[in-house]
């Protein structure tokens, strides 16, 4: 099969692993910002803390840099509780670092720490539990559990805070609601985001988060789970 060269500037983990499988040099450090957002969720604004990491690097002496949003958190139950938020970032973290080590591109393997945050919600593991990720219900189906999935898209206006100014946002979000065991629970993914004052980046980010969704869905096919797809539009 021939070889299909990525196109320059890589804006994925999947696109410098393409790079590196045609014979580049591709050099990656990432490193860490967790912001404080204001989302406006279907009229009902909440803060929350998203996790991102910042790839930055260079193919065959090329400088690229782009961001992933791996998580986010608050303290309520408009999303995933904010210490929820950090296993669940450092686990799809470390997935994407298992990607590029198998992928023969060497990283530091650092993870999100919150260490204030955790002082401050201490206890709250037995209060809420360990939250599931969808790669865990796709094992449960391979494991010959039933399990369907709803999917429900959506574009969320949010507002990201930095310390000397802020910048206005859409995240591409997925609400899995999963049924397995006799009990529904939701499992939320960022798969894209862009500049609002940029709408000429919304069509790549589509492609992007749709892409993501079709190899999850793929995933879902193979362990006979139950859904329908959707995609952004």
Sequence with gaps: MESITPNFPPNRVTDLIAFKKTGSSVNCRVSFEILPVDFAHRDNPFQAFVFLSRYIGDVN????????????????????????????ANR???????????????????????????VKYEGVHEEYG?????????NLAREGNEVSIEVSLEYVPAVEHFASHKNA????MVDFAVTSLGKTSHVERCLACYPKKREEEKQEKVAMANNRLKLLYENFERA???YEKDFFK
């Design 224 to 226: 006979s789970i139950i």
């Design 169 to 172: 946002q859409i995240f591409l």
């Design 92 to 118: 799809y973290l470390q997935r994407d670092y298992r990607r590029l080590e198998e992928g023969g591109i060497e990283v530091e393997k650092r993870l999100f720490t919150l260490e204030d945050m955790m």
């Design 61 to 88: 002496g090329q400088e690229y840099k782009f961001r992933k949003c791996y998580a986010r958190g608050c303290p309520h139950n408009l999303c995933p509780h904010v210490s929820q938020a950090v296993m669940i």
């Design 130 to 138: 360990a939250m599931m990720a969808i790669d865990d219900y796709i």
